[in-house]
């Protein structure tokens, strides 16, 4: 089992401020099953970034995948308000599909 | 516009049974690989099963293997998951999700186990 581990557990920030966020595998991932989501308390996951890099439809250009083999970066060039949630990273390449354990961005 | 609405869950007993299901609209259900994901409360999001588009493939997460069976229907453009021998951590939102390019989810449906 690819195992996913995402930091920081938690990200504290201002509105304005650029985010950064890692993903790391125990093995390499196959870019085109690589992907991000970003959750709202109450609501399902939402799909951001698909194939490592490419936004899925009617996600704005703030955010951005990049990476491949073992290291991979969301990154949310300047935070809104309504960015702040958990986020997780998925790998779906490979027989058992895994999860991140997500990363809080919070408002600092 | 992919939209899923998953129906079923409520309180069951341990060692109890439930069938979940998961309606799709707007997209091709025939094309696309489908997945239950579950969510406990306060936790992170755990993938539990997939089935490929054409039913050929399927795979569970050990947690549930050999309790937990996931089929489709896609004449009537339906997901389940019928889930036996149900336990106390296997309390979760359950959500049915959409895969090609990433996955789309449902809103989600909640299991409770519990006596």
């Known amino acids: 089992e690819i195992v996913l581990t995402q930091s920081p557990g938690t990200l504290s920030l201002s509105p304005g401020e650029r985010a950064t966020l890692s993903c790391r595998a125990s093995?390499?991932?196959?870019?085109?099953?690589l992907a991000w989501y970003q959750q709202k308390p109450g609501q399902a996951p939402r799909l951001l970034i698909y194939g490592a890099s490419s936004r899925a439809t009617g996600i704005p250009d703030r955010f951005s995948g990049s990476g491949s083999g073992t290291d991979f970066t969301l990154t949310i060039s300047r935070l809104e308000p309504e960015d702040f949630a958990v986020y997780y990273c998925?790998?779906?390449?490979?027989?058992?599909?895994?999860f991140g354990q997500g990363t809080k961005l919070e408002i600092k | 516009q992919v939209q899923l609405v998953e129906s079923g869950g409520g309180l069951v007993k341990p060692g109890g049974s439930l069938r979940l299901s998961c309606a799709a609209s707007g997209f091709t259900f025939s094309d696309y690989y489908m997945s239950w994901i579950r969510q406990a409360p306060g936790k992170g999001l755990e993938w539990v099963s997939y089935i490929s588009s054409s039913s050929s493939y399927t795979n569970y997460a050990d947690s549930v293997k050999g309790r937990f069976t996931i089929s489709r229907d896609n004449a009537k453009n339906s997901l389940y998951l019928q889930m036996n021998s149900l336990r106390a951590e296997d309390t979760a939102v359950y959500y049915c999700?959409?895969?090609?390019?990433?996955?789309?989810w449902g809103q989600g449906t909640l299991v409770t186990v519990s006596s």
């Open positions: 998925q790998q779906y390449g490979s027989s058992t599909w895994t």
């Open positions: 999700a959409a895969c090609g390019e990433g996955c789309g």
């Open positions: 093995q390499s991932v196959s870019s085109s099953y």
